[in-house]
């Protein structure tokens, strides 16, 4: 992480003007350290996430983020038993944070720039592993599911129009093989619609793809962000069907009450 000279003023300032919220965060800026395609798509999307939600958050990223010591030390730290190893201790931390009603910001004029490069495996690893199945356990052991940022109703929709893709492709294949006797003409109509709501719902991203990294590099950061959708609810799926199949004696948790999501 490059971090700016005006980052630390600028999170006193935040903090003095904003004298009764508890911790704040940014986000990565839009020009990553590393160009090639995944890096650049991570970063990005990343950066537009975050430039796009609202301020008032309900959860926290200690990517770039500040927290005043009383209100860490109130809520006891990240909880290092866990989350051993890096994964979303800091998203975990943000809920316990609002979880005692205090206030976390995300200050969009706080940015800066990740130098990590993104590989493929690395990206599914750290998506589905690190960010998908983690989330998802929480979500199960809070009974909480925040919409913002990754989780706002755009992505939910756009998740579940993803896996409508998905099955439209495979009945259109199997018509056109003459595997089962379906009309592919109103298949293929089906899923023209499917996508041209999946590009409408996404279309301020899309566009700052194509702004940023021009018309090539939008079309295949298009078909990724399908794909991050597909395998991300797939992900949610599947651990949510595996936490209501364990015994209750197993998954039986306080059930915290959140806040709820700003307006």
């Known amino acids: 992480m490059i971090v700016p000279s005006d980052a630390f003023t600028l999170i006193r300032r935040e903090f003095d003007q ?42 926290f990223w200690s990517g770039c983020g500040a927290i005043r010591r009383a209100a860490f030390e109130a809520v006891g730290g990240f909880n290092a038993a866990l989350y051993p ?11 316990r944070l609002t979880q005692q009603q205090q206030r976390v910001r995300l200050v969009k004029d706080l940015q800066v720039q990740h130098l990590k490069k ?15 199945v983690p ?3 929480l979500i199960s052991r809070t009974g909480y599911l925040p919409c913002a940022l990754n989780l706002a109703w755009e992505a939910r929709l756009s998740a579940g129009l993803v896996a409508l893709a998905a099955l439209l492709a495979t009945g259109l294949a199997a018509a056109l093989i003459d595997i089962v006797r379906w009309f592919s003409g109103e298949i293929a109509a089906v899923l023209l ?3 041209a709501t999946l590009l409408f719902l996404n279309r301020e991203l899309y566009v700052f793809f194509w702004r940023k990294r021009g018309p090539i590099f939008a079309l295949g950061a298009i078909l ?17 069907a595996a936490e209501l199949l364990r015994p209750a004696t197993d998954s039986l948790v306080a059930n915290p009450q959140f806040p709820p999501d700003a307006d």
């Open 85 to 95: 190893e890096p994964s979303i201790e800091d998203i975990e931390l943000g809920f």
């Open 224 to 240: 990724a962000h399908w794909v991050y959708f597909f395998y991300s609810g797939a992900t949610f799926l599947f651990c949510s």
């Open 135 to 137: 989330w998802t356990q």
């Open 193 to 195: 619609l499917v996508a």
């Open 118 to 132: 993104w590989t493929l495996t690395a990206l599914l690893r750290a998506d589905i592993f690190q960010r998908a």
């Open 18 to 59: 904003q004298t009764e919220v508890a911790a704040l965060f940014g986000s990565y800026d839009d020009n990553p350290g590393c160009t090639d395609f995944f890096s650049s798509f991570k970063n990005l999307f990343h950066h537009h996430v975050h430039q796009t939600s609202l301020a008032e958050a309900v959860t």
